[in-house]
């Protein structure tokens, strides 16, 4: 099975601009999962997608936005870009449920590395 | 604040050397999963530990979870150069799994 795979894997913009990023998950996997990682915060949780449906946000102000489409695909888009938002935003995708049971194992993309100027 | 939060922050150690990482977290959970990191790439799950297990075990990985004092370790044994990574512990904000935290991470760097 192909893993899960991020586009653009190495972006940058200016202050002010607007950026969207697509993650692919495993096939079959219908949770998609954003994180945001910098040297400073470390990981942190964005937001999660379960059949086009946001289930779950984290902390993040309301210019960060994500959907999930029919096959699964997400992006995320992040609106009037800021310097502290240089980050790498990883994706994981999860099966998440199946044969009555829970599957916690989320599976990563490479990442997409965002720098603003 | 962070969930997890790992101890040593960093961790230098021969080849052939086991290697221990803490754990600690906050609140109540399900479980517990260790995550690895290489150099800025995307995580990779190494093993999940059930709030009802006190040890598991995979390959070099052993893994325990003491639910009394909120903490978990990670040893790898007879450690090689491709373990050198940072090292995660997350614990989830819901009950699906989906959304986790993680905390700070050990990095861990193997020398031959």
């Known amino acids: 099975k192909a893993g899960v795979t991020q586009t653009p894997r190495y972006l940058i913009k200016t202050r002010g601009q607007q950026v969207t990023l697509s993650c692919s998950p495993i096939?079959?996997?219908?949770?998609v999962s954003w994180y945001q990682q910098t040297p400073g915060q470390g990981l942190q949780f964005l937001f999660e997608y379960f059949s086009e449906t946001q289930r779950n946000k984290g902390n993040f102000p309301g210019r960060f936005s994500g959907r999930q489409f029919s096959n699964s695909r997400s992006e995320m888009n992040v609106s009037t870009l800021e310097l502290g938002d240089s980050a790498l935003y990883l994706c994981?995708?999860?099966?998440?449920?199946?044969?009555?049971?829970?599957?916690?194992?989320?599976?990563f993309g490479p990442g997409t590395r965002l720098t603003v100027t | 604040s962070q969930q997890g939060e790992e101890d040593p922050q960093a961790l230098s150690i021969q080849e052939g050397e086991n290697a221990t990482m803490n754990c600690s977290y906050k609140?109540?959970?399900?479980?517990l999963q260790w995550y690895r990191q290489n150099s800025g790439r995307g995580l990779v799950h190494l093993i999940l530990i059930r709030s009802n297990e006190r040890e598991k075990h995979s390959g070099r990985l052993r893994v325990t979870l003491d639910t009394s004092k909120k903490s978990s370790s990670l040893l790898i044994t007879a450690s090689r150069a491709a373990d050198t990574a940072s090292y995660f512990c997350a614990t989830a904000l819901n009950q699906a799994g989906t959304a986790l935290i993680f905390g700070k991470g050990t990095t861990l760097s193997v020398s031959s």
């Open positions: 609140t109540s959970i399900n479980n």
């Open positions: 096939s079959g996997h219908r949770s």
């Open positions: 994981a995708s999860s099966l998440s449920w199946t044969s009555g049971r829970n599957i916690y194992e989320q599976y």
